[in-house]
């Protein structure tokens, strides 16, 4: 079936790092690709997405390029802050389907 | 915008009780979701609202866990003869009717309900 393999963490940086969170993907047909976000307290939130082979979702500093050729969709960015720590989880929808299937999440600690 | 609403934050039961979770989307939104989610699990999609139409239900919703959303605004899900394994953060989303692509996967979260079965 349809599913998201996420590193595991917690992926432990100093502010102003550089962030790679690695997402790999299996899926039946070709899905749009996401990455959500859990702050401490708060619901899920839509970071960014990216609906086709070789699109670039982008928001807050942060990037991803859909991977067709390796099946990827990896979270970058470039300078982390302490406001970034949260739970990151990586997401695919098919086309036409009302099913997100999520990975196990990223927690990322970011310290001063 | 208040965003989506649920209540109970939190629920303790005994195992073998009935728990009843109430979910208030974005008022405009037409679609409604309930996932559950594990410590350490991504959330796992358990059904899917259009207005008040009950469209889509996962394999984990088995006969004792019922969704409803009578006037297409509001919906519980309800868990009848709570189990161990029922413990869980239960998590509730809306979305605005659907526009292809541009509003595909595009969810807006509640902070769950954490229900605890002792």
């Known amino acids: 079936g349809d599913s998201v393999t996420q590193m595991e963490g917690p992926v432990t940086l100093s502010e102003e790092a550089f962030l790679t969170i690695n997402c790999t993907y299996t899926a039946t047909g070709y899905p749009s690709l996401f990455w959500y976000v859990q702050y401490p307290g708060e619901g899920l939130q839509l970071l960014l997405k990216a609906t086709k082979a070789d699109d670039k979702g982008s928001n807050k500093g942060f990037e991803a390029t859909y991977r067709k050729e390796t099946t990827s969709f990896h979270l970058e960015k470039g300078s982390v802050q302490v406001s970034d720590s949260a739970v990151y989880f990586c997401?695919?929808?098919?086309?036409?389907?009302?099913?997100?299937?999520f990975g196990t999440g990223t927690r990322l600690l970011v310290s001063p | 915008d208040t965003g989506v609403s649920q209540d109970p934050r939190h629920k303790i039961t005994k195992r073998g009780q009935n728990v009843t979770f109430r979910c208030d989307p974005i008022?405009?939104?037409?679609?409604l979701y309930w996932y559950r989610q594990t410590l350490g699990q991504g959330p796992e999609f358990l059904t899917y609202f259009q207005n008040e139409a009950q469209l889509e239900k996962s394999r984990l919703l088995s006969d004792r866990f019922s969704a409803e959303r009578p006037k297409g605004s509001f919906s519980t899900l309800e868990i009848q003869r709570t189990e161990q394994g029922d413990s869980a953060m239960y998590l509730c989303a809306s979305a605005p009717v659907g526009r292809g692509a541009s509003t595909e996967g595009k969810l807006f979260f509640g902070s769950g309900t954490q229900l605890s079965v002792l």
């Open positions: 008022s405009e939104h037409n679609r």
């Open positions: 997401a695919l929808i098919l086309s036409g389907f009302q099913k997100l299937v």
